[in-house]
């Protein structure tokens, strides 16, 4: 079965450190995408890509850097982690080679618990 | 930019009352449109989506349907279980091939037996 792997589960970081956050998809999609996710907020995007070696802005990038070295891993980076951070990390991936619509039926992985402290 | 605007940020209700989870769009073109769930540590799962005006999606026992006239896709279930408790996403996906999936904020569903 398809599956989108994150780690680590939790993270406690301090501020101004870095952060690097994992995923690992075995379902030969060619997109994956970041979201984070806090209450009031719902989901937003922070990073995509379309496929190794490319990633693109998402709506809420700043602060945030991401790495696709190859088609089954992309990690999100946070250089100086600060406070406004702390949340849950979700990775996704989508088949675009299916079509539009299709692609958007996303796997997500179960998330990251990232406190900032 | 694309929206969507959930308008209930919880529900609670009791096993077998109807649900019906509000849901309005706005978008640029013609985006498809999902429901997804999550339910408690894990992360979201899709339910079902659609694509066309007045298509109905479904999935479970839930259902919705793309009305872009007013710009909604409302999450019914006639019945509700308490194993259907979780946060019900409503999303849109446009921008062609690569469409990005902007979510709304979420609704909590809490059911009581």
């Known amino acids: 079965e398809a599956a989108v792997t994150q780690s680590p589960r939790n993270k406690v970081a301090v501020t101004g450190g870095k952060v690097t956050l994992s995923c690992n998809q075995t379902?030969?999609?060619?997109?994956m995408y970041w979201y984070r996710q806090d209450t009031g907020h719902g989901l937003r995007l922070i990073h995509y890509?379309?496929?190794?070696?490319?990633?693109e802005k998402g709506d809420i990038p700043d602060g945030y850097k991401a790495s696709r070295p190859s088609q089954e891993n992309f990690s999100l980076i946070l250089e100086l982690a600060t406070p406004s951070q702390t949340s849950v990390y979700f990775c996704?991936?989508?088949?675009?080679?299916?079509?539009?619509?299709?692609?958007?039926?996303?796997?997500f992985g179960s998330g990251t618990r990232l406190l900032v402290i | 930019g694309d929206s969507v605007t959930q308008t209930e940020g919880q529900v609670a209700l009791s096993e077998e009352d109807f649900l019906t989870i509000h849901c309005n769009y706005s978008?640029?073109?013609?985006?498809?449109l999902f429901w997804y769930v999550q339910y408690p540590g894990e992360g979201p799962q899709f339910l079902f989506r659609?694509?066309?005006?007045?298509e109905k999606g479904s999935s479970r026992g839930f259902e919705a349907t793309y009305d872009k006239g007013t710009t909604s896709f409302h999450l019914r279930k006639a019945s509700v279980q308490e194993s259907d408790s979780a946060v019900y996403y409503c999303?849109?996906?446009?921008?062609?091939?690569?469409?990005?999936?902007?979510f709304g904020k979420g609704t909590k569903l809490s059911v009581k037996s």
């Open positions: 379902n030969n999609h060619n997109n």
């Open positions: 999303a849109l996906g446009a921008g062609g091939s690569n469409a990005k999936l902007t």
């Open positions: 996704a991936s989508g088949d675009a080679s299916r079509g539009p619509v299709a692609n958007s039926d996303y796997t």
């Open positions: 978008a640029s073109g013609y985006p498809a």
């Open positions: 890509s379309y496929g190794a070696g490319s990633t």
């Open positions: 659609a694509s066309r005006d007045k």
